[in-house]
């Protein structure tokens, strides 16, 4: 079993940055895969960018070359660094783990145009 915790949302204007982190209570190198979803409002929640136990990351086609994921292992630490920020990135981001099957409680980011 594993807890996960966000925090670093926020409201930021159109072409800001923010970063995004995940804390897990155990070891993420233990974790198959890392992810960050989002859930816009009346939206499917959708994977936004992943990474497995080997380092391996794949992204949303929309996102890719604005955000990044990363980890600290020390720190057993997810982020998403998220740049050139649209509008249309505004939803609740969640970070899920694969196996063992997990989310956390979500974190809103709001984008201003």
């Known amino acids: 079993q594993v807890q996960l915790v966000e925090s670093g949302g926020g409201l930021v204007q159109a072409g800001g940055s923010l970063r995004l982190s995940c804390a897990a209570s155990?070891?993420?190198?233990?974790?198959?895969?890392m992810g960050w979803y989002r859930q816009a409002p009346e939206k499917e929640r959708e994977l936004v960018a992943a990474i497995t136990s080997g380092g391996t990351t794949n992204y949303k086609d929309s996102v890719k070359g604005r955000f990044t994921i990363s980890r600290d292992i020390t720190k057993n630490v997810v982020y998403l660094q998220m740049n050139s920020l649209k509008p249309e990135d505004t939803a609740v981001y969640y970070c899920?783990?694969?196996?063992?099957?997990?989310w956390g409680q979500g974190t809103q980011v709001t984008v201003s145009s």
């Open positions: 899920n783990s694969q196996f063992p099957y997990s």
């Open positions: 155990r070891s993420i190198l233990s974790i198959n895969v």
